[in-house]
């Protein structure tokens, strides 16, 4: 099995494959299993919970809303258990390596959370409010600091596109308008800042983590190592496209959804949960790639560190019979 090992304290480095042995073989193989069937079924809960926020938040859905909603979380909440049970994931990529899964759902709960307090009724959201009116004085903050984000200029990366390409083919009211220029401005928000924060871990955590070795065949399931003579170069590449397509999904999602709302005659993306789901998906794809290109460029600078480590370590000899 393809792996890295990171060039610092070697000698308690630990696997990411969570399937390996240590102490007792039997005992800390179901240990393990048990451990690891348990986090699947608790993650599968939370991401099934993040998907019906909006219905949560919303609470006035229609009775189909409500069960194409259940349906797809519950698709979701499967795939997750499917996922994160398994010894080695099909899709999900970094599995052994928080926080990078972990701050993708939670800007996602976070995205829908708020852009669903500023856009559900606010005479609904009296009914979630403790004796101090909790809730709706997080919907007025939510309002608030979504226009503020708007009036500094971070939506100006395009959320006016947004409008006018995804939202241009049925007018909207004025308040309506407003409302999703908030949301696009907060979105925006949290997908710059779950940028910063996985920036930080990478540069100050040191992640993946020291004295730790990464599995290649775990962490990313759907890339072989094996393929081509230079894993650093194909882990370049990859960057890249993420970067090209991270940038440039912002300004592509807008004219495509609207053209295919537009010829279905579909207005899914002009009430209030489709609106949440529209913007949310503009600015979590990118922020998801975004991510990814970071992750791989810390894995080739990883690789290249290790390779430098052991050319520097050979003698003359072994230099010239490898070159």
Not at 143 to 161: A, E, K, N, R, T
Not at 248 to 259: D, H, K, M, Q, S
Request: proline residues 6%; hydrophobic residues 50%; positive net charge.
């Amino acid at each position: 099995m393809w792996q890295l090992r990171w060039p610092y304290r070697q000698n308690e480095a630990k696997l990411w494959n969570k399937g390996q042995a240590r102490t007792d073989p039997i005992q800390n193989e179901e240990e393990q299993v048990l451990s690891q069937l348990f986090g699947a079924v608790l993650r599968a809960v939370l991401v099934f919970f993040v998907i019906a926020t909006p219905s949560l938040v919303f609470g006035d859905t229609s009775r189909g809303d409500v069960e194409g909603v259940m349906l797809f979380g519950l698709i979701a909440a499967l795939f997750v258990v499917f996922e994160y049970s398994a010894r080695h994931p099909a899709i999900i990529e970094f599995r052994d390596a928080p926080p990078y899964n972990r701050l993708r759902i939670l800007a996602l709960f976070s995205m829908l959370f708020l852009l669903s307090l500023v856009s559900a009724d606010p005479v609904h959201l009296q009914q979630f409010n403790g004796p101090e009116g909790a809730v709706s004085t997080m919907a007025n903050r939510a309002h608030h600091w979504g226009g503020v984000m708007f009036d500094i200029g971070l939506s100006h990366l395009s959320p006016d596109y947004l409008l006018q390409r995804l939202f241009g083919a049925a007018p909207l009211s004025v308040q309506a308008m407003d409302h999703v220029r908030i949301m696009a401005a907060l979105a925006l928000t949290i997908a710059l800042g779950t940028l910063f924060i996985f920036a930080l871990f990478i540069r100050f955590s040191k992640w993946p983590g020291r004295g730790m070795s990464i599995n290649m065949w775990v962490n990313l399931p759907m890339f072989d190592p094996t393929v081509g003579s230079d894993v650093t170069h194909r882990l370049k590449c990859d960057a890249r496209r993420n970067i090209i397509w991270g940038l440039g999904l912002p300004l592509i999602l807008p004219p495509v959804l609207g053209a295919v709302f537009s010829q279905t005659g579909s207005t899914l993306a002009y009430d209030g949960q489709g609106a949440v789901w529209v913007v949310t998906l503009w600015a979590f794809l990118p922020m998801c790639l975004l991510i990814r290109a970071m992750a791989l460029l810390r894995l080739r600078y990883m690789i290249r560190s290790y390779q430098k480590r052991i050319i520097a370590a050979l003698t003359p000899d072994e230099r010239l019979a490898l070159s």
